[in-house]
């Protein structure tokens, strides 16, 4: 019953098994293995994007803040959602790695900024002036920070606000695997066919030990990307258990039937949630991240028995009232089982908690 | 025969399987994981050091430039040697991470700087002025760049001259092990007990995948140091694959083990090649790194046969006089093996290429 | 009936005759002439701060923008209100000083913070946590960017706030001697005994032809602002005519009287705009500053005759209804006559052009 | 006898009956005065170069540091003689400016590079590669900081060495107006028909009281040097009255008779040391500014009178053997006087202080 995060499960096997493969002998460092050249051509191949620039880094706060910094130049501003990432859990990445760049935040229910927010936020830095900072991006998040999704339809809303002002747009994809198979599109169909110029293509949070792609469709600012990653220390010697990361997490769909199950769970989580007395989501949630709220009496049912994850209420402590709703954060990942989820549905409920967790064997 | 860098070996066996253990579900994300505790405890223990701050980085460039930039303000300069990694091949990492301290080089026979040289280097930077930058900081590489090593005493001698100006002191330690290997020395006499206040201590060049440690001698900055790394990107949150490495290289001495294997092989290679005719040492190896000067036939005969290295000199293709010397960069590391060594060294004196290289089994 | 702004108004005749008198011989540069010693010793007598640190720049950015950079570090945030100068109007110099801090905006009526505003606006941003930037420091302006003002007793409601979570607080005062005429505060009362750490004293926007002060009560940061300044670009070779302004500024209460001169003019302004037909202040004005609602008609009546000031409505153009409301920005100045304001709201009202603007003769 | 520097002179009487002259009501502000368009024109017309953006800064560091930042990204290195102004005495703006770049210091005889020196410098930092910085652009001084004069030949013989390797070329014109009196050379000789992408144009040196001019012949970069200046605080509000002091510099001649009365001053100080017993230069002056050396007994004769300059020995005191030599700099001005000179010779040689020192009413 750990729901504290997605980035806090175990590897998938299948990767375990690629990096010991990769093992063997002496590869050429920084980039040069052989494993990237066939990284670079299946992520090519998945976005259809054959003159793509493809690079791996290995966390997601970089793989956002080297793709910002690659567009903005440090008297610009990155227009992005309130609750973005970039804004509050990066300890100022984006303004490190762009030499001082602000972000604007935009409002929006559900962790979703509007085409009309969006633009009323660009509209309010004017253009041209030399007194205040320049529109330089827009950056949106699939899947959002409260769970939701941006259909492609939704995505190139924005960006079509963004290229009416000749803005690139970023996307965070820490989930994007989650976020496809979410909405069924393909990967091009999310990113550059609407209109997304740049992608951090997640991985760390689906099952892999530390890898995120960044995809960046216009191939003329590589040379600049491979020096600014160079520079920030994340180009890595031994780049070969990367490349092996990525091939196997590509390898046979892996990446998707990883969010598959972290999808399924998370759905199995919230519907017993809402029907649960006392629960209810702040938002539907869309794959496998949901903020929810629920009496404290429930919580501290679960919480007796090991169930992990944040509560965000400020009242967030077990003594008090037990009617208080509180809100928490529940993730689910690929690893999470159907017992495990029900025995938390079983808890919160106020029925038993005697029944065994089995866990999946990989995760065990 | 691959001799281009320790850094394009694979990874100990030992901590593959350590890898392989620590992927049993969920741990606490972001060094909040309990191997991180014991790996910190370790380290303190190793180093006689029970208060130092310890961290984990993913490479040698992120724990350099975190380093500096933990004690240099903007407006300081760290004083190197002309040829340091920091100074050479980091892309701007020590600048980036400062937001834009200088480097100030020094020159030194065999890749050391000596303590008058450091002294004049220091004296050029007047203290005091508003109109020049400050004296920031002294970096000195453990094995160094030119293959050469610096004792316990030079260790101190150069922290000496430093610490009559106030200045702190950084060890590149990319391969401390193989300098505490060359030297006999303990982790405290090379670094604190010597003048050292800051240590990256290396791990990826000497059979991990992807970690250097931080030791940092006065905890008091610890926490500027965290809120750099995470700024950076620096902070896994996977991180306990981090942790697993480091606590596998520490266990068993194998650490000790790989650096002496490597230094080993080293100083086969290095006799070898000095007793080749036509060979000479650009200076005495110390541990597993050295330049060398050969004939370019020698070169010829082992590149035919797949040796592969860098060839430092300008007139560097195979092309052109046999006796034209060739000064090359040689490194072994934890997994050479004598034979590679032997044939090598067959194959540079003209001696037949037909013996197999057997291969340590651990880098086949 | 020029309104665009303070800073487009003359140099007081008194400091060109100071600048005049300074033009003798050779001074020492850099700081180090007399008149500098002068000012900084009568700047600390006027706040009755025998330990502050005085420096001299020649742009209120500058003076913010340094001042904001050394109290806040890279990673931490300044809290300002939504339309500060240094939010909106320094193309992110507050940024590029700081390397990369952030702003957190505060919304507030009429330019100003409320005390539970800040509370929230610190509260949000969590203290000690790696993943989000740091509570770095409070800054507000006063006379405020919406030309009301913030009493003594309401900047301690506010330094209280940051002081209860250890915050340091900068005072923006490009119109600060508008603020003090306008409170009836002692410099001392309105910055240290306030709570104020640091302050851009204006001098600029009241009559010098480019100077600022900066004010730091605790002179530890002496120093470390020396070298910020250095490198900035910002210490003045010939200071001397710097430290002459200044010196001028500050002699027989001349600054106050220019600043009286302003409020006065802008008093006269505020109360003709509120009893003209159609005629509303946005809030009332303390100082020379205003934003004054008029139909078109009227504006363009005064346009007509060459008043100049900003329209700030997005219809801001002549064509359109008579009746329409348009929004606008008026700046009073030392130089501003009366017959300067009388003719304006004569214009508004629609009421004869003919009476000429007689200005006085030092604007003339 | 004031040798100390010429920016410790006062300034031009011209200069300040043209500022008391724009001291006349209202005028846009931030570079929308009328005169600001004057100034671009008549500089445009001076280099024969109707396309180059012009901008007025008000210190020197200011003009070098945007001037690189513009076009060295921060990954870059500049290449500048060892003891350049940009290396030695701005504290790090260049590094600031540019967040990051570094210098690399070339060695030369009296202050000069040389073609081979240069080229050997730009060959020592490898083309394409990661791991170091790229190579950003060639940066010299006219005059150079030891007092010698680059040609236009000279210039050009150094920025062809930059063009074949596709670098951009600054010059740091602090002394400019001098250097094109040493040579003859017209602005656009000196200038881009030598190669040179981008000048700072002193002033402050030369009779200003604190205005340089950034003239860049490609004005495609203009734009961005705007958002650079305001952000680092450097956009005046009050900017009339830097438009005053650079109109009036260029009027009639104003600039080059200025400095025509420094260089004379100098060669007649030159002259006259180079004949004193003892005495000899360090290099032969072009222009303004000189190192010399004499014994002690002879500086101490004219320092006993008053005479102010810099020695530079490290043996610099008074105390000692008469007939130690000590190396000094002195600098002329505009306003440095033939009596003044005359009197400070006689002093060195031992012949009497009692002339009194007659000088020139505009510096008195």
Partial sequence: MFFVSDNAAPVAPEVMAALARANEGFAMPYGNDAGMEHVRQRIRDLFDAPEAAVYLVATGTTANALSLALFCPPWSTVFCHRHAHIAEDECGAPEFFSAGAKLTLVDGAEGKMTPAGLAEAIASTARGGVHNVQRGMVSLTNITEAGTLYTPAEVAALTDVAKAEGLPCHMDGARFANALVASGASPAEMTWKAGIDVLSFGGTKNGLMGV????????????????????????????????AQMAAYLADDLWLRLAEAANRAGQRLAAGIAATPGGSLAAPPAANLMFATLPRAAHNRARNEGAAYYIMSRDAGMEGPDETPQLARFVTSWCTSDAEVDRFLSLIRGRGSRAGCAQRPSCA
């Fill in 212 to 243: 995120e792609a960044v995809v960046i469709f216009d191939p003329a600012r590589a040379w600049e990307f491979e020096l600014r990653r160079k520079r920030a220390g994340h180009l890595f010697s031994k780049h070969r258990y990367l490349s």
